[in-house]
Nanobody
Framework: QVQLVESGGGLVQPGGSLRLSCATSGSIFSFNEMGWYRQAPGKERELVASFTWRALTIHVDSVKGRFTASRDNAKNTIYLQMNSLKPEDTAVYYC????????????WGQGTLVNVSS
């Protein structure tokens, strides 16, 4: 089974930037859809960004204009570029891939912690 491995998290000051990476162990084309989620302490996991082969969607209003997602098919990797970080962006960030053939399967990465603090 294809695995996902996130990296790039860490401690950053407010206003700083980080770029998260999510590398697949196999082909990125194995997934019909991929996305970035985050879970802040004491809160439910929320979808931050998702993309299919056609479109990228940012789902959280508070990160629009600051976060963007991208993919590099040659490297079998997706990215989440986070700029102008705020303390409320502190969370564990996860990537997820969805396979639909031959059956529906969700594949999650292990998560990477982003801590925005002065």
């Amino acid at each position: 089974q294809v695995q996902l491995v996130e990296s790039g998290g860490g401690l950053v000051q407010p206003g700083g930037s980080l770029r998260l990476s999510c590398a697949t162990s196999g082909s990125i084309f194995s997934f019909n859809e991929m996305g970035w989620y985050r879970q802040a302490p004491g809160k439910e996991r929320e979808l931050v960004a998702s993309f299919t082969w056609r479109a990228l969607t940012i789902h959280v209003d508070s990160v629009k204009g600051r976060f963007t997602a991208s993919r590099d098919n040659a490297k079998n990797t997706i990215y989440l570029q986070m700029n102008s970080l705020k303390p409320e962006d502190t969370a564990v960030y996860y990537c997820k891939g969805v396979v639909t053939i031959p059956r529906y399967i969700e594949v999650w990465g292990q998560g990477t912690l982003v801590n925005v603090s002065s």
